[in-house]
């Protein structure tokens, strides 16, 4: 009986031992599941499974014809384990001098003993990350992973690279400031980048990653895996051609006047469609780079180009007509304590002439006559042509109009004859622009656009039309009056410089004294100036209206004809060159001597395509694919371009497009500076070269 009750008593004891271990079990179950899950799920992921997030490709932004403007390419940061696991010793003594050699040779960096002594100085401390390259591109990473050790994979071989898109510009500083920039976070999101970032960011997905048991790791499906969506292209009403000339002829203008900042803005009159614009401004390395878009953003008193505005605001309210006079006398009139200068006497001059011959005098003393006893009727129908609002762009940064009111706290007796030529008023270059636009489109005004349409996969998912601003700035007789002033500028008044045979330009010039916060409008040591030119072409169907200003010449010559109008006249023959040549017919026939436009070299269906649409005699010589042109009159010859296997072909006066294909076709390497046409290269043309020459291109822009 003792025995029996000793074998129960025992066995409730392992009863009450695996109950309590059950119990026991069973606590744990539930802390390991829902206590500490997080914990245990974390420590998974960091030893079995990782997830990460896949980064979405920012969609392109482009040309009016597709061209590229900004891109996102991606870039590699490569580290290297040097203390991998899955590392052998032989692998690391039999490779180190082979990846070492391969390093100098691929990065260039250090040399060959250079990059084995770092790599094995890290090897000694542990390096688990040490840096081997920054911005890295894919063909070099291709190059990288081939190297001894590295080629065995990132286990074994301890290379690790770490993917990143990267934004560039591929035309560098055209547009620049207008593509803009995106700062995450700072608020500061400048142009298209900024303005259309949802449609350009995409969204990021994510990825489940599985670490194999030689420690790789590899991509696996999951329920928390998601995709990416790359971002959408965006389409521009840009044209590269006609920026990179806007760009050019500014840059040349301000190097040679030596001047602070400037800006040229070529838009579409019917549409409103900016086709160019430049934003150059002086730089701590004594050159001009696009850092701020004065054309949107700066809001400054324009001087006489804001005369058509007053002068028309006059022949609206019918005080006076173009054929009316007033006497300028001796080129300077008095207003309290002010005086208004001319650049000359002028004496007794009509309406149109004081417009023409950019008098001060005269309009303000025309303004001042018909409005001082009521200056609300000459604010009120300035207002009624929207010179006080402002445009409401597609992009951020647009400068505040400033037109004060009779009444305002700043008003003053001298208000009105001031304002009537451009002074105590502000207005950016674009809405002094988007005025003259509609003068020239007739009275419509039309509200500038950069941006026509958002694309997915080549498919319009998002388009943007011309918009009018106000159907009428002025009656037609008003409208019709203004043209003929414009015009009268450039055919006998003080644009007569831009006088051209082949098609008319009507426009304004500007010369404003520039008011500075310590020094006024003092004259002397501290007086510096704005140069302007606003107008359209060609003057009697109107096509294109541009603006070009420069602020602070400071090489002695500030006129707007001479500063501003050159820039002016390369943009507008450019633009009859490509854009009008075959259907614009001039007035005076007689007077046009037309000559061939210089169609440079390069593939010759190409160039023959050009050549037909712009309804162009032209010889073949050959039929080379490649081919250059001369000019000899109103004839173009094509030469052929010989290409002979080992000789360096020659891309002299070739796109930098044409040129990069028929070099690398050939088996070469290229580096180029500038932009436009090849000026030249080297080695020169007929040069035997091998399989590693560079050919270095230098453009001539």
């Known amino acids: 009986m003792a025995a029996r009750e000793e074998i ?29 899950r997080g914990k245990w799920t974390d420590m998974s992921e960091k030893f079995v499974y990782k997830t990460g997030e896949v980064q979405a490709n920012r969609g392109d932004i482009l040309t009016n014809d597709g061209r590229l403007l900004a891109s996102s390419i991606p870039y590699y940061t490569i580290y290297m384990d040097t203390r991998s696991s899955g590392m052998s010793s032989a692998t690391w003594s039999n490779g180190i001098n082979g990846l070492s050699a391969g390093l100098a040779q691929l990065l260039g960096d250090r040399s060959a003993s250079g990059w084995k002594s770092a790599i094995s100085e890290a090897r000694k401390k542990g390096d688990r990350y040490f840096l081997i390259q920054r911005k890295v591109n894919y063909e070099t990473l291709k190059k990288l992973k081939e190297l001894p050790i590295f080629r065995e994979g990132q286990y074994k071989g301890g290379m690790v690279d770490q993917a990143e898109n990267r934004r560039i510009l591929p035309n560098s500083d055209l547009a620049s400031r207008t593509i803009g920039y995106l700062n995450l976070g700072d608020g500061n999101e400048v142009g298209v980048e900024g303005a259309f970032d949802k449609d350009l960011a995409g969204k990021n997905g994510v990825a489940i990653r599985q670490r194999l048991t030689g420690g790789d790791w590899i991509t696996v499906e999951g329920p928390n895996s998601v995709e990416s969506r790359d971002g959408n292209d965006v389409v521009t009403t840009l044209d590269l051609d006609l920026q990179d000339v806007a760009s050019t002829a500014l840059l040349n203008q301000l190097r040679k006047n030596n001047a602070d900042h400037g800006c040229a803005v070529l838009m579409e009159v019917a549409t409103g469609k900016i086709k160019a614009i430049a934003n150059l401004g002086l730089q701590s390395d004594g050159d001009y780079h696009e850092s701020y ?69 005269g309009t303000s003393k025309l303004i001042y006559a018909h409005y001082k006893d009521n200056p609300k009727d000459f604010v009120n129908r300035l207002y ?33 004859p001031m304002m009537s030529h451009g002074y105590e008023v502000q207005l950016t270059p674009l809405q002094i622009l988007s005025f003259y636009n509609a003068v020239a489109n007739d009275g419509r005004m039309m509200r500038p656009f950069f941006v026509t349409a958002v694309m997915r996969n080549g498919s319009v998912i998002k388009s943007y039309e011309p918009e009018v601003i106000i159907n009428s700035i002025a009656s037609r007789s008003t409208i019709r009056k203004a043209k003929k002033m414009m015009e009268g500028v450039v055919q006998n008044g003080t644009a007569t410089n831009l006088k051209t045979p082949n098609y008319k330009i009507a426009g304004k010039t500007g010369t404003a004294q520039i008011a500075k916060d310590k020094y006024g409008y003092r004259t002397g040591e501290h007086i510096s100036y704005s140069a302007s030119f606003v107008g359209y072409f060609p003057a009697e169907n109107p096509l294109y209206s541009c603006i070009v200003v420069v602020n602070s010449p400071s090489n002695g010559v500030y006129y707007g004809n001479l500063v501003a109008g050159t820039v002016f006249k390369e943009i507008s023959d450019k633009v009859y060159a490509t854009r009008f040549f075959r259907e614009y017919k001039p007035e005076n026939k007689d007077d046009v001597k037309p000559s061939a436009p210089d169609a440079g070299n390069g593939y010759r269906s190409d160039i023959n395509e050009v050549l037909k649409n712009l309804d162009v ?15 000899n009159g109103d004839t173009v010859s094509l030469a052929g371009v010989k290409i002979q296997q080992g000789l360096v072909p020659d891309v002299r006066g070739m796109s930098l497009r044409d040129a990069i294909y028929l070099l690398e076709n050939s088996g070469l390497r290229v580096r180029y500076s500038g932009k436009g046409r090849v000026l030249r290269q080297s080695p020169e043309h007929g040069a035997r070269y091998s399989d590693a020459t560079i050919v270095s291109l230098e453009m001539n822009m």
Do not use: C
């Open 8 to 36: 129960v008593w025992r066995g409730g004891l392992v009863y009450i031992a695996i109950g309590l271990l059950a119990v026991a079990l069973l606590i744990r179950i539930i802390i390991l599941q829902y206590v500490q």
């Open 384 to 416: 009624a042509m929207r010179l006080n609002k402002p445009l409401e762009l597609q992009i951020k940064g647009e400068g505040d109009p400033l037109i004060r009111y009779p009444g305002d706290k700043l008003w003053s007796g001298l208000s009105l």
């Open 293 to 361: 878009n004065y054309a949107i953003g700066e809001s400054t008193e324009p001087g006489s180009t804001f005369k058509l505005a007053s002068l028309m605001a006059a022949l609206e309210d019918g005080v006076i007509d173009t054929g009316d006079m007033v006497d300028t006398g001796d080129g300077t009139v008095k207003f309290y304590n002010k005086i208004i200068h001319d650049t000359k006497a002028h004496g007794r001059l009509t309406v149109k002439q004081v417009f023409e011959e950019s008098s001060n005098v």
């Open 617 to 631: 005699t032209y010889r073949r010589t050959a039929d080379d694919d490649w081919v250059a042109t001369r000019e």
